[in-house]
Structures are given as C-alpha cells and as structure tokens.
Nanobody, 124 residues
C-alpha cells in the first residue's frame, strides 16, 4: 500500500513558477514509477510527466516539455514537479500517482495509487 500526499499548489500569474511535491509512504517507493497527471475543469485526467523508479528516465507530454521538470528523491520518498513559464492553460488539479506500468505509456487507468490532488491556477 502506498499513500501519496501532494503539496505546493496555488495561484500564480502567467510566466511564474511553482514546485509541486508528493510525499509517499511505504518502503517500496523506488519500485514504482511516479507520474504527474492533471485535470482541468470538465476535461479528462491527462498525463503530464513520469519518472522511472531509479530516476534515470523521464518523460513529458508535449505541451510541458522544456517548461516542467520531474524529479524524485528516493531517500526522502518524494517526487517533485518544477513548473516554469506557467500559462493559463496549465490551470488544473495536479495529481501524483504511482504505477508499476511502463512510465512511457501509462494512462490513468493503469495507475496503482493516487494522491488527492493539488490545485494550480495560472492567471493571465
């Protein structure tokens, strides 16, 4: 069992930055690929970024590549999402997730554990 708790959301103006954190419980953290999803009002929950268990490989959806950076600290059981150059279209609830599936192709249906989400609002 893995419990995930996100933090770091908030309101920011376009062009600003935020850093999301996700603290995980359990001793098997490094066994899971970690993923960030986001869900805008009235839309599907979409993949944002993922990182392998070792932290060596990282994957991003096109609209955030070059602006967002995912990282993890296995000693601290924490995964991060650094978000720079934020745009109003980045406004969403951001969810942390743990999966044993391939982080290159993971979708919401393949997630093993979810956090409750943290709201990011970007104003123009």
């Amino acid at each position: 069992q893995v419990q995930l708790v996100e933090s770091g959301g908030g309101s920011v103006q376009a062009g600003g930055s935020l850093r999301l954190s996700c603290a995980a419980s359990g001793s098997t953290f490094s066994s899971y690929a970690m993923v960030w999803f986001r869900q805008a009002p009235g839309k599907e929950r979409d993949f944002v970024a993922s990182v392998t268990g070792s932290g060596e490989y990282k994957y991003y959806t096109g609209p955030v590549r070059g602006r967002f950076t995912i990282s993890r600290d296995n000693a601290e059981n924490t995964v991060y999402l650094q978000m720079n150059s934020l745009k109003p279209e980045d406004t969403a609830v951001y969810f942390c997730a743990a999966t044993l599936s391939d982080p290159r192709t993971v979708v919401a249906a393949l997630v093993d554990y979810w956090g409750k989400g943290t709201l990011v609002t970007v104003s123009s």
